[in-house]
Protein backbone atom coordinates (compact mmCIF):
# COMPACT_ATOMS: atom_id res chain seq x y z
CA UNK A 1 0.00 0.00 0.00
CA UNK A 2 1.41 3.53 -0.64
CA UNK A 3 2.77 5.20 2.08
CA UNK A 4 1.31 8.65 1.34
CA UNK A 5 -2.25 7.07 1.52
CA UNK A 6 -1.62 4.75 4.67
CA UNK A 7 -2.39 6.17 8.04
CA UNK A 8 -1.01 3.90 11.54
CA UNK A 9 -4.33 2.29 12.59
CA UNK A 10 -2.50 1.75 16.33
CA UNK A 11 -3.10 4.78 18.60
CA UNK A 12 -1.12 8.01 18.06
CA UNK A 13 0.31 10.20 20.74
CA UNK A 14 -2.19 13.47 20.44
CA UNK A 15 -0.93 16.51 18.29
CA UNK A 16 -1.19 19.91 20.50
CA UNK A 17 0.01 21.81 18.20
CA UNK A 18 3.07 22.97 20.31
CA UNK A 19 6.44 22.35 18.67
CA UNK A 20 8.67 19.46 20.63
CA UNK A 21 11.93 19.87 21.22
CA UNK A 22 13.02 16.05 20.49
CA UNK A 23 16.63 14.81 19.81
CA UNK A 24 18.08 15.23 16.12
CA UNK A 25 20.91 13.34 15.00
CA UNK A 26 21.60 15.42 12.05
CA UNK A 27 21.47 12.72 9.48
CA UNK A 28 20.17 13.58 6.24
CA UNK A 29 18.21 10.69 4.40
CA UNK A 30 17.76 10.08 0.40
CA UNK A 31 13.93 11.26 1.06
CA UNK A 32 15.13 14.73 2.26
CA UNK A 33 17.69 15.38 -0.89
CA UNK A 34 14.86 14.77 -3.26
CA UNK A 35 12.44 16.50 -1.16
CA UNK A 36 14.55 19.11 -1.04
CA UNK A 37 15.54 19.06 -4.96
CA UNK A 38 12.17 19.21 -5.51
CA UNK A 39 11.03 22.13 -3.61
CA UNK A 40 14.50 24.08 -4.71
CA UNK A 41 13.32 23.05 -8.49
CA UNK A 42 9.98 24.54 -7.91
CA UNK A 43 11.50 27.86 -6.52
CA UNK A 44 13.19 27.54 -9.65
CA UNK A 45 10.47 28.32 -11.62
CA UNK A 46 8.86 30.38 -9.69
CA UNK A 47 12.45 32.98 -9.98
CA UNK A 48 12.38 32.46 -13.67
CA UNK A 49 8.27 33.42 -14.04
CA UNK A 50 8.81 36.34 -11.81
CA UNK A 51 11.76 37.72 -13.40
CA UNK A 52 11.40 37.01 -17.23
CA UNK A 53 8.78 40.54 -16.93
CA UNK A 54 11.82 42.57 -15.98
CA UNK A 55 13.77 41.61 -19.15
CA UNK A 56 10.49 41.88 -21.01
CA UNK A 57 8.98 45.06 -19.53
CA UNK A 58 11.28 47.23 -21.83
CA UNK A 59 9.83 45.55 -25.04
CA UNK A 60 6.04 45.15 -23.34
CA UNK A 61 6.06 48.52 -23.24
CA UNK A 62 6.93 49.67 -26.84
CA UNK A 63 4.50 46.63 -28.05
CA UNK A 64 1.62 47.51 -26.34
CA UNK A 65 2.06 51.12 -25.68
CA UNK A 66 2.19 51.22 -22.03
CA UNK A 67 3.08 54.48 -19.57
CA UNK A 68 6.26 53.90 -16.98
CA UNK A 69 3.12 53.87 -14.26
CA UNK A 70 0.79 50.96 -16.09
CA UNK A 71 4.55 49.17 -16.62
CA UNK A 72 5.40 49.74 -12.90
CA UNK A 73 1.67 48.33 -11.90
CA UNK A 74 2.23 44.88 -13.98
CA UNK A 75 5.37 44.57 -12.17
CA UNK A 76 3.47 44.54 -8.98
CA UNK A 77 0.43 42.70 -10.00
CA UNK A 78 1.51 39.39 -10.10
CA UNK A 79 3.26 40.30 -6.16
CA UNK A 80 -0.19 41.16 -5.57
CA UNK A 81 -1.70 37.93 -6.92
CA UNK A 82 1.26 35.94 -4.94
CA UNK A 83 -0.99 36.95 -1.28
CA UNK A 84 -4.08 35.40 -2.76
CA UNK A 85 -2.59 32.35 -3.88
CA UNK A 86 -0.44 32.15 -0.22
CA UNK A 87 -3.41 32.51 1.85
CA UNK A 88 -5.40 29.92 0.25
CA UNK A 89 -2.54 27.23 -0.70
CA UNK A 90 -0.75 26.87 2.52
CA UNK A 91 -3.83 26.07 4.42
CA UNK A 92 -4.42 23.18 1.71
CA UNK A 93 -0.71 22.00 1.96
CA UNK A 94 -1.57 21.64 5.81
CA UNK A 95 -4.74 19.59 5.15
CA UNK A 96 -3.90 17.30 2.09
CA UNK A 97 -0.37 17.67 1.52
CA UNK A 98 2.63 19.72 0.88
CA UNK A 99 3.70 17.13 -2.52
CA UNK A 100 0.16 17.43 -4.20
CA UNK A 101 -0.77 21.43 -3.58
CA UNK A 102 3.20 22.49 -4.64
CA UNK A 103 2.26 20.50 -8.12
CA UNK A 104 -1.02 22.15 -8.21
CA UNK A 105 0.31 25.36 -7.49
CA UNK A 106 3.17 25.00 -10.27
CA UNK A 107 0.55 24.00 -12.66
CA UNK A 108 -1.53 27.35 -12.23
CA UNK A 109 1.24 29.74 -12.37
CA UNK A 110 2.62 27.68 -15.21
CA UNK A 111 -0.06 28.01 -17.75
CA UNK A 112 -1.30 31.75 -17.38
CA UNK A 113 2.26 32.31 -17.21
CA UNK A 114 1.75 30.65 -20.89
CA UNK A 115 -1.48 32.53 -21.23
CA UNK A 116 0.34 36.20 -20.65
CA UNK A 117 2.36 35.52 -24.55
CA UNK A 118 -1.40 35.82 -25.89
CA UNK A 119 -1.84 39.38 -24.36
CA UNK A 120 -3.40 42.53 -26.02
CA UNK A 121 -3.06 45.07 -24.03
CA UNK A 122 -2.40 46.12 -20.27
CA UNK A 123 -6.05 44.50 -18.41
CA UNK A 124 -5.39 41.12 -20.10
CA UNK A 125 -2.08 40.42 -19.11
CA UNK A 126 -2.72 42.46 -15.85
CA UNK A 127 -5.47 39.37 -15.54
CA UNK A 128 -2.67 36.59 -16.85
CA UNK A 129 -0.10 38.00 -14.41
CA UNK A 130 -2.11 38.26 -11.37
CA UNK A 131 -3.62 34.04 -11.48
CA UNK A 132 -0.20 33.13 -12.38
CA UNK A 133 1.25 35.11 -9.20
CA UNK A 134 -1.68 33.07 -7.03
CA UNK A 135 -0.17 29.84 -8.13
CA UNK A 136 3.61 31.65 -7.67
CA UNK A 137 2.15 32.95 -3.97
CA UNK A 138 1.28 29.49 -2.91
CA UNK A 139 4.55 27.24 -4.22
CA UNK A 140 6.86 28.63 -2.11
CA UNK A 141 5.46 28.25 1.16
CA UNK A 142 4.70 24.26 0.26
CA UNK A 143 7.98 24.08 -0.90
CA UNK A 144 9.73 25.87 2.14
CA UNK A 145 7.44 23.64 4.75
CA UNK A 146 8.70 20.15 2.20
CA UNK A 147 12.25 20.76 2.92
CA UNK A 148 11.92 21.68 6.33
CA UNK A 149 9.74 18.79 7.36
CA UNK A 150 12.27 16.28 5.38
CA UNK A 151 15.53 17.46 6.52
CA UNK A 152 17.05 17.08 10.06
CA UNK A 153 16.19 20.31 11.92
CA UNK A 154 19.48 20.93 12.80
CA UNK A 155 20.33 21.64 8.78
CA UNK A 156 17.02 23.53 8.83
CA UNK A 157 18.62 26.57 7.28
CA UNK A 158 20.70 24.63 5.13
CA UNK A 159 17.45 23.08 3.40
CA UNK A 160 15.56 26.17 3.36
CA UNK A 161 18.88 28.24 1.90
CA UNK A 162 19.07 25.61 -0.82
CA UNK A 163 15.59 26.09 -1.82
CA UNK A 164 15.89 30.13 -1.92
CA UNK A 165 19.02 29.14 -4.06
CA UNK A 166 16.54 27.49 -6.59
CA UNK A 167 15.00 30.58 -6.73
CA UNK A 168 17.79 32.84 -7.88
CA UNK A 169 18.53 29.65 -10.21
CA UNK A 170 15.61 30.95 -11.80
CA UNK A 171 16.27 33.99 -11.83
CA UNK A 172 19.67 33.74 -13.34
CA UNK A 173 18.08 30.98 -15.97
CA UNK A 174 15.76 34.10 -16.52
CA UNK A 175 18.97 36.63 -17.50
CA UNK A 176 21.00 34.03 -19.92
CA UNK A 177 17.74 33.20 -21.56
CA UNK A 178 16.00 36.51 -21.93
CA UNK A 179 18.37 38.41 -24.49
CA UNK A 180 18.75 35.89 -27.08
CA UNK A 181 14.64 34.50 -26.59
CA UNK A 182 13.52 38.41 -27.19
CA UNK A 183 15.88 38.79 -30.03
CA UNK A 184 14.72 35.84 -32.00
CA UNK A 185 11.21 35.70 -31.18
CA UNK A 186 10.39 38.95 -29.53
CA UNK A 187 8.76 39.26 -25.79
CA UNK A 188 6.05 36.49 -25.87
CA UNK A 189 8.36 33.71 -27.05
CA UNK A 190 9.66 33.83 -23.17
CA UNK A 191 6.27 33.76 -21.79
CA UNK A 192 6.03 30.63 -23.73
CA UNK A 193 8.98 29.16 -21.95
CA UNK A 194 7.17 29.83 -18.72
CA UNK A 195 4.43 26.82 -19.61
CA UNK A 196 6.96 24.35 -19.35
CA UNK A 197 6.55 23.96 -16.02
CA UNK A 198 3.65 22.05 -15.55
CA UNK A 199 5.40 19.26 -17.01
CA UNK A 200 7.64 18.89 -14.08
CA UNK A 201 5.13 19.17 -11.48
CA UNK A 202 3.28 16.09 -13.20
CA UNK A 203 6.63 14.53 -12.22
CA UNK A 204 6.60 15.66 -8.41
CA UNK A 205 2.74 14.51 -8.04
CA UNK A 206 3.75 10.90 -9.15
CA UNK A 207 7.46 10.35 -8.12
CA UNK A 208 7.95 11.75 -4.39
CA UNK A 209 6.07 11.45 -1.08
CA UNK A 210 4.65 13.11 1.70
CA UNK A 211 7.14 13.64 4.44
CA UNK A 212 7.27 11.87 7.78
CA UNK A 213 5.87 14.34 9.59
CA UNK A 214 2.81 15.40 7.92
CA UNK A 215 1.83 11.77 7.70
CA UNK A 216 2.00 11.59 11.32
CA UNK A 217 0.07 14.75 11.74
CA UNK A 218 -2.84 13.64 9.61
CA UNK A 219 -3.13 10.34 11.32
CA UNK A 220 -3.68 12.48 14.50
CA UNK A 221 -6.12 14.08 12.96
CA UNK A 222 -7.95 10.84 11.41
CA UNK A 223 -7.89 9.32 15.06
CA UNK A 224 -9.18 12.85 16.75
CA UNK A 225 -11.25 13.61 14.04
CA UNK A 226 -11.27 17.26 14.75
CA UNK A 227 -8.92 19.15 13.23
CA UNK A 228 -7.97 22.95 14.26
CA UNK A 229 -7.87 25.75 11.74
CA UNK A 230 -3.84 26.48 10.39
CA UNK A 231 -4.65 29.93 10.61
CA UNK A 232 -5.40 30.07 14.28
CA UNK A 233 -2.25 28.83 15.16
CA UNK A 234 -0.87 32.19 13.97
CA UNK A 235 -2.19 34.61 16.43
CA UNK A 236 -2.84 31.82 19.35
CA UNK A 237 -1.29 33.84 22.19
CA UNK A 238 0.76 37.13 22.73
CA UNK A 239 4.10 35.39 21.95
CA UNK A 240 2.86 33.88 18.40
CA UNK A 241 0.96 37.64 17.52
CA UNK A 242 4.39 38.99 18.09
CA UNK A 243 6.17 36.74 16.44
CA UNK A 244 4.01 36.47 13.48
CA UNK A 245 3.52 39.91 13.02
CA UNK A 246 8.08 40.19 13.29
CA UNK A 247 8.31 37.56 10.65
CA UNK A 248 6.03 39.68 8.52
CA UNK A 249 8.09 42.37 8.81
CA UNK A 250 11.44 41.04 7.93
CA UNK A 251 9.43 39.12 4.74
CA UNK A 252 8.26 42.43 3.54
CA UNK A 253 11.47 44.43 3.74
CA UNK A 254 13.39 41.31 2.38
CA UNK A 255 10.60 41.21 -0.92
CA UNK A 256 10.51 45.50 -0.90
CA UNK A 257 14.51 45.50 -1.14
CA UNK A 258 15.05 42.30 -3.32
CA UNK A 259 11.58 43.63 -6.00
CA UNK A 260 13.02 46.80 -5.83
CA UNK A 261 16.58 45.92 -7.16
CA UNK A 262 15.54 43.34 -9.24
CA UNK A 263 12.41 44.60 -11.43
CA UNK A 264 14.28 47.97 -12.52
CA UNK A 265 17.84 46.62 -12.39
CA UNK A 266 18.33 45.75 -16.09
CA UNK A 267 16.68 49.07 -16.38
CA UNK A 268 19.36 51.35 -14.38
CA UNK A 269 21.83 49.56 -15.85
CA UNK A 270 20.80 50.53 -19.53
CA UNK A 271 19.78 54.17 -18.87
CA UNK A 272 22.21 55.27 -16.18
CA UNK A 273 25.58 53.16 -16.79
CA UNK A 274 24.70 52.65 -20.99
CA UNK A 275 24.28 49.07 -21.19
CA UNK A 276 22.85 47.33 -24.00
CA UNK A 277 20.20 44.76 -23.55
CA UNK A 278 23.00 42.10 -23.61
CA UNK A 279 25.14 43.21 -21.30
CA UNK A 280 22.72 44.57 -18.90
CA UNK A 281 21.43 40.53 -18.50
CA UNK A 282 25.07 39.76 -18.08
CA UNK A 283 25.16 41.92 -14.77
CA UNK A 284 22.42 41.18 -13.52
CA UNK A 285 23.04 37.76 -13.86
CA UNK A 286 26.35 38.32 -11.61
CA UNK A 287 24.78 39.89 -9.09
CA UNK A 288 22.27 37.01 -8.92
CA UNK A 289 25.88 34.81 -8.75
CA UNK A 290 26.34 37.19 -5.29
CA UNK A 291 22.63 36.37 -4.32
CA UNK A 292 23.34 32.41 -4.65
CA UNK A 293 26.64 32.57 -3.00
CA UNK A 294 24.85 34.81 -0.19
CA UNK A 295 22.34 32.02 0.13
CA UNK A 296 24.54 29.58 0.53
CA UNK A 297 26.74 31.11 3.52
CA UNK A 298 24.05 32.49 5.10
CA UNK A 299 22.27 28.87 5.74
CA UNK A 300 25.64 27.78 7.29
CA UNK A 301 25.85 30.70 9.60
CA UNK A 302 22.51 30.49 10.25
CA UNK A 303 22.65 26.87 11.65
CA UNK A 304 25.71 27.75 13.33
CA UNK A 305 25.58 31.25 15.39
CA UNK A 306 21.84 31.77 15.27
CA UNK A 307 19.19 33.25 13.23
CA UNK A 308 19.28 36.62 14.91
CA UNK A 309 22.92 36.82 14.71
CA UNK A 310 23.29 35.66 11.01
CA UNK A 311 20.34 38.22 9.82
CA UNK A 312 21.67 41.02 11.50
CA UNK A 313 25.56 40.24 9.70
CA UNK A 314 23.26 40.18 6.46
CA UNK A 315 21.08 42.91 7.26
CA UNK A 316 24.02 45.60 7.83
CA UNK A 317 25.87 44.44 4.75
CA UNK A 318 22.94 45.04 2.53
CA UNK A 319 22.65 48.38 4.03
CA UNK A 320 26.25 49.30 3.39
CA UNK A 321 26.13 47.57 0.07
CA UNK A 322 23.18 48.94 -1.55
CA UNK A 323 23.94 52.61 -0.69
CA UNK A 324 27.44 51.94 -1.98
CA UNK A 325 26.32 50.47 -5.32
CA UNK A 326 23.96 53.79 -6.03
CA UNK A 327 26.85 55.70 -6.25
CA UNK A 328 28.66 53.51 -8.96
CA UNK A 329 29.46 54.27 -12.46
CA UNK A 330 32.25 52.92 -14.28
CA UNK A 331 30.77 49.66 -16.02
CA UNK A 332 33.11 47.61 -14.02
CA UNK A 333 32.52 48.82 -10.35
CA UNK A 334 29.01 47.95 -10.83
CA UNK A 335 29.72 44.54 -11.95
CA UNK A 336 32.30 43.99 -8.88
CA UNK A 337 29.62 46.08 -6.79
CA UNK A 338 26.46 44.31 -7.74
CA UNK A 339 28.04 40.89 -7.02
CA UNK A 340 28.28 42.45 -3.36
CA UNK A 341 25.22 43.32 -2.92
CA UNK A 342 23.89 40.72 -4.11
CA UNK A 343 25.11 38.64 -1.17
CA UNK A 344 24.09 40.61 1.36
CA UNK A 345 20.67 42.19 0.11
CA UNK A 346 19.15 38.81 -0.80
CA UNK A 347 21.41 36.12 0.57
CA UNK A 348 18.72 36.02 3.89
CA UNK A 349 16.43 34.53 1.54
CA UNK A 350 16.53 31.04 2.66
CA UNK A 351 16.67 32.06 6.33
CA UNK A 352 13.02 32.70 6.18
CA UNK A 353 11.61 29.34 5.61
CA UNK A 354 13.72 28.14 8.87
CA UNK A 355 12.59 30.72 11.18
CA UNK A 356 8.82 30.28 10.06
CA UNK A 357 9.62 26.84 10.33
CA UNK A 358 11.70 26.88 13.96
CA UNK A 359 8.60 28.60 15.06
CA UNK A 360 5.61 26.57 13.79
CA UNK A 361 3.98 22.85 14.27
CA UNK A 362 3.08 21.04 10.99
CA UNK A 363 -0.70 21.57 11.49
CA UNK A 364 0.37 24.97 10.83
CA UNK A 365 4.00 25.09 9.03
CA UNK A 366 2.79 25.62 5.79
CA UNK A 367 0.00 27.84 6.57
CA UNK A 368 2.32 30.37 7.97
CA UNK A 369 5.19 30.16 5.31
CA UNK A 370 2.40 30.55 2.91
CA UNK A 371 0.77 33.78 4.57
CA UNK A 372 3.58 35.28 6.56
CA UNK A 373 5.99 35.57 4.11
CA UNK A 374 2.95 35.74 1.18
CA UNK A 375 1.94 38.59 3.26
CA UNK A 376 5.29 40.06 3.27
CA UNK A 377 5.45 39.69 -0.44
CA UNK A 378 2.12 41.39 -1.13
CA UNK A 379 3.22 44.78 0.59
CA UNK A 380 7.01 43.93 -1.07
CA UNK A 381 5.38 43.67 -4.37
CA UNK A 382 4.41 47.88 -4.34
CA UNK A 383 8.24 48.18 -4.17
CA UNK A 384 7.95 48.36 -8.45
CA UNK A 385 5.83 50.93 -8.74
CA UNK A 386 7.57 53.46 -5.41
CA UNK A 387 10.97 52.95 -7.48
CA UNK A 388 9.30 53.88 -10.65
CA UNK A 389 7.80 57.15 -8.81
CA UNK A 390 11.17 58.13 -7.26
CA UNK A 391 13.41 56.66 -10.13
CA UNK A 392 10.68 59.40 -11.92
CA UNK A 393 10.93 62.20 -9.65
CA UNK A 394 14.54 61.62 -8.51
CA UNK A 395 16.15 59.22 -10.44
CA UNK A 396 17.40 56.01 -10.38
CA UNK A 397 20.68 56.20 -8.10
CA UNK A 398 18.30 57.89 -5.60
CA UNK A 399 15.68 55.16 -5.43
CA UNK A 400 18.02 52.47 -4.68
CA UNK A 401 19.79 54.71 -2.29
CA UNK A 402 16.50 54.96 -0.60
CA UNK A 403 16.14 50.67 -0.56
CA UNK A 404 19.35 50.62 1.55
CA UNK A 405 17.33 52.58 4.75
CA UNK A 406 14.69 49.80 5.01
CA UNK A 407 17.23 47.32 6.30
CA UNK A 408 17.83 49.76 9.20
CA UNK A 409 13.90 49.05 10.01
CA UNK A 410 14.58 45.33 9.05
CA UNK A 411 17.42 45.16 11.83
CA UNK A 412 14.77 46.54 14.83
CA UNK A 413 11.84 44.31 13.42
CA UNK A 414 13.85 41.46 14.27
CA UNK A 415 13.57 41.71 17.94
CA UNK A 416 9.98 40.49 17.59
CA UNK A 417 11.36 37.56 17.36
CA UNK A 418 12.66 34.88 20.04
CA UNK A 419 15.90 33.41 19.04
CA UNK A 420 16.34 29.84 18.76
CA UNK A 421 20.00 29.13 18.78
CA UNK A 422 19.21 25.85 17.81
CA UNK A 423 16.05 24.58 15.92
CA UNK A 424 13.40 22.23 17.31
CA UNK A 425 12.49 19.13 15.86
CA UNK A 426 9.36 17.48 14.92
CA UNK A 427 7.72 14.70 16.94
CA UNK A 428 7.39 11.20 15.58
CA UNK A 429 6.02 8.22 16.56
CA UNK A 430 7.53 5.97 19.45
CA UNK A 431 7.85 2.31 19.06
CA UNK A 432 4.70 1.62 21.20
CA UNK A 433 2.77 4.20 19.07
CA UNK A 434 4.14 2.15 15.93
CA UNK A 435 3.27 -1.39 17.27
Same mark, same amino acid.
Given at each position: ??? =? ?58 ? %? ?73 ? *? ?8 ? *? ?19 ? @? ?38 ? *? ?25 ? =? ?7 ? @? ?42 ? @? ?118 ? =????? %? ?9 ? *? ?9
Amino acid at each position: MNR =DETAPDQPIAPDTGQVDTLPDDGQVTPYGRKAVFAATLGYAMDGFDLQILSFALPAIVLS %LGLSTTEAGWLATIPLLGTVTGALIFGALADRYGRVRVMAYSIILFAVFTGLTALSQGFVEMAIFRFIAGIGIGG *EFGVGMALAA *EAFPALKRARATSCVGVGFQL @GVLLAALLAAPVISTWGWRGLFVIGIFPAIVAAVFRSRLR *EPDAFLEHRARVAIRKERRSSYAYLVA =DPVMRRTSL @GIVLICAIQNFGYYGIMTWLPTYLSKNIGLSLTKSSLWTAVTVA @GMVFGILVFGQLADRIGRRKAFWIFQAGACLSLFGYSQLTAPLAVLVGGAIMGIFANGMLGGYGAVIADHYPTAARATAQNVLFGLGRGIGGFAPLVVALLAGAYGFATALAFLALIYIV =DMFAL %LLIPDRRSPVA *EPTLTGSEQS
